[in-house]
């Protein structure tokens, strides 16, 4: 019973990280662009830390939905974190919130400046996992980290296919020259380490959001293209497709109406583990400094800037992303593993 459950749950789990990534900035708490606003006032404060403020209003904005979808929204006002206040007449007089609770120092706004939360002007921030070093919301950060994880798993494996299907067609339709050409560059990249060939297209194609796609999208191809091979080899020789063959039927129409479907589970199994793959790489280039660049958002780069707090300071900083990796990973891993065994004929 709990074994047929794993893929329900799986499925649910990454429902809920896709849900999450697509409405992040209609979910989260600090809902501006890449959750980014700093204040080292409130820096490295524990799970459940809740501040006061003062909205101070600015240039108004306007935001559509497709722009605070895609990246957030632009505030209108400027937040003070306060300690104390105290209301006379139409002056807030107040106490900027810092970490030297002995500080006395009253500043003064007039209420007109001020946006009011329902009949109050002090609007109340809680932290449902705390902050990080640089006093932005960890939860947030952790939210749109999911963002990044997924596109670059989605990316990722679409360039892998597109490479992989098509060299692998040829290889094993086609035979001859071709095929050993193609053999050969397989066992090649097959021979260079993983991570290691990673980490140097990286450093070739620079540190950003698209050449993490491609540096990681280019190294998992070579199982796709060796195993559509495999599976092209074996249904070029059965007697349908020798059929087809002597109606005078293109090559392009055999492979991609005939051959191609009934290669396509094992497949889906490949690109399901490679998803995994891609996260687990993707984390490991942000935390090598090698992945997407500061401000947005990364497990890896949470992970990295936090590491050492897990002895010293707040460990919840570093092990609510690792937690999200590893949860995320599982349930595509076991989604694989499902798909491997449902689609496994010997099974049946």
């Known amino acids: ?18 849900f999450l990534s697509v409405f992040a900035y209609y979910l989260i708490p600090q809902n501006t662009n890449m959750s980014n606003e700093i204040e080292l006032s409130i820096a490295k404060k524990p799970p459940g830390f809740r501040v006061n403020y003062l909205f101070e209003k600015t240039n108004k904005t306007n935001n559509n939905f497709f722009n605070k979808l895609l990246f957030g929204e632009k505030l209108s006002y400027k937040k003070i974190p306060i300690h104390k206040y105290k209301l006379r007449n139409d002056t807030v007089f107040f106490i ?15 209420i007109e400046k001020l946006i009011f939360n329902n009949t109050s002007v002090i609007h109340s921030n809680f932290f449902f996992l705390g902050t990080d070093k640089f006093g932005r919301d960890l939860l947030s950060r952790i939210i749109l980290g999911s963002r990044l994880s997924l596109a670059v798993g989605f990316f990722s494996v679409l360039i892998s296919l597109v490479i992989g299907l098509f060299l692998g067609l040829m290889a094993g339709y086609f035979g001859g020259k071709i095929d050993v050409l193609i053999q050969w560059l397989i066992n090649v990249i097959w021979s260079i380490p993983t991570l290691l060939l990673v980490i140097s297209l990286s450093l070739v194609l620079g540190k ?8 990681i999208g280019f190294t998992m191809w070579v199982e796709v293209a060796r195993v559509t091979r495999g599976e092209v080899l074996k249904i070029k020789s059965k007697p349908y497709v020798k059929a087809i063959k002597s109606l005078g039927y293109s090559n392009s129409r055999i492979i991609f109406k005939h051959i191609f479907p009934n290669i396509i589970n094992p497949i889906i199994v490949i690109s399901t ?22 401000p947005i958002p990364s497990w890896g780069t949470i992970i990295k800037n936090h590491y050492l707090f ?13 937690f999200c990796i590893v949860l995320l ?12 065994d449902l689609m496994d004929i010997k099974t049946k």
């Open 208 to 215: 950003g959001f698209w050449q993490l796609f491609l540096a």
């Open 96 to 110: 900027e919130y810092t970490n030297d609770l002995e500080n006395n120092n009253f500043k003064k706004k007039h």
């Open 1 to 18: 019973m709990i074994l047929n459950s794993i893929p329900i749950i799986s499925g649910g789990v990454i429902f809920i990280f896709v």
């Open 329 to 340: 990973v599982l349930s595509f891993m076991s989604l694989g593993n499902f798909f491997r």
């Open 273 to 294: 583990a490679n998803f995994a793959t891609a996260i687990l790489l993707e984390s490991g280039l942000s935390f090598l400094g090698l992945g997407v660049q500061p």
């Open 310 to 322: 897990i002895l010293v300071d707040n460990p919840f900083t570093a092990i609510f992303p690792g």
